[in-house]
């Protein structure tokens, strides 16, 4: 249903484009070459025509431009910041305070083998 009023309103537009061009401007415009008055259409009554079938071609589009825009509307679900849960917050672990030990720096390594030494083995060992 989308597919087919997008392909509706570009070939509105690109007839509205086409009719806008045609239409005799100040300058000219692309109308500029319509001879006498001996053609099909006199001058009034092609201006009368080119402007009503713009009147017309921008009413399809502004028609069908309101309806895309409901269309895109309609797949919107309404969200609310103030009935939203917050999001859980994870605790963060408990830091392990550095040990000022003969020699050692206590640094990461230092506080990550300790961790290890308070393990009790309880399965396979990885070596070392």
Partial sequence: MQTVIIVIHLMLVSALIGVVLLQRSEGGGLGMGSGGGSGFMTGRGTANLLTRTTAFLAIGFFITSLFLSWLAGLDRKPASILDTTPA?????????????????????????????????????????
């Fill in 88 to 128: 859980p917050s994870s605790q963060p672990g408990t830091p392990v305070p550095p040990t000022s030990g003969g020699g050692q720096g206590g640094g990461v390594l230092d506080t990550l083998r300790q961790q290890e030494q308070k393990q009790a083995p309880g399965g396979p060992q990885v070596p070392r």
